[in-house]
């Protein structure tokens, strides 16, 4: 099976702008979760999401959304962008109902 | 906050095994112990997890103590390409949602 995807692989924007990140889950995985990696903070969850609905959310601002397609597919999306959102951004997918999450390479954002 | 406790950083010599330990007092019944290791740059891979018994898979064995309250991982000869930063999460197994909180982790080093 393939493992779960990420695209773009890196990013280089500028404050202001907005970015959507893509994750591509394992096939047949219904969950979708979403981290963030900053060195001064380390993996943060950021939000999940199970057969299009989101389950969870993390202590982030409401710049950071994100959304599930019916094929498992999930988009995250941060607006006005600050330098503090550079990090790089994960993706996690697993089954559903099973805990285990395996995770994609991330994008690395780096916002100038 | 993280429900675990790890020494922030280890060495072990090629070929050696390498014992991780990790310290969760407080962890509840239906909490899972789970390991998940970072190499450099990379999305965390997941190791193995455990409810109560002693688990081994072809990665690593984990050995969890009567009470819970602690384990170690064993990754039993370890190489250079087990060099990585590896984290002990407690998560409940279906709670309604998939949200792995991490700590800071053991850094582990490999060497020759």
């Known amino acids: 099976k393939a493992g779960v995807t990420q695209t773009p692989r890196y990013l280089i924007k500028t404050r202001g702008q907005q970015v959507t990140l893509s994750c591509s889950p394992i096939?047949?995985?219904?969950?979708v979760s979403w981290y963030q990696q900053t060195p001064g903070q380390g993996l943060q969850f950021l939000f999940e999401y199970f057969s299009e609905t989101q389950r969870n959310k993390g202590n982030f601002p409401g710049r950071f959304s994100g959304r599930q397609f019916s094929n498992s597919r999930s988009e995250m999306n941060v607006s006005t962008l600050e330098l503090g959102d550079s990090a790089l951004y994960l993706c996690?997918?697993?089954?559903?109902?099973?805990?285990?999450?395996?995770f994609g390479p991330g994008t690395r954002l780096l916002v100038l | 906050d993280a429900k675990t406790t790890q020494p922030p950083s280890m060495d072990c010599a090629e070929g050696r095994a390498a014992n991780l330990p990790c310290n969760h007092s407080t962890i509840s019944g239906n909490e899972y112990v789970y390991w998940y290791r970072q190499i450099h740059s990379q999305g965390p891979q997941y190791i193995i997890h455990?409810?109560?018994n002693n688990e081994t898979n072809e990665m690593a064995s984990l050995i969890i103590t009567e009470d819970r309250k602690s384990s170690t991982l064993i990754l039993p000869h370890a190489t250079l390409r087990d060099t990585a930063v590896y984290y002990c999460?407690?998560?409940?197994?279906?709670?309604?949602?998939?949200?792995?909180?991490f700590g800071g982790g053991t850094r582990l080093m490999v060497k020759p």
């Open positions: 096939s047949g995985h219904r969950s």
């Open positions: 999460i407690v998560s409940p197994y279906n709670n309604a949602g998939n949200m792995l909180t």
């Open positions: 996690a997918s697993s089954f559903g109902e099973e805990e285990t999450q395996y």
């Open positions: 455990g409810l109560k």
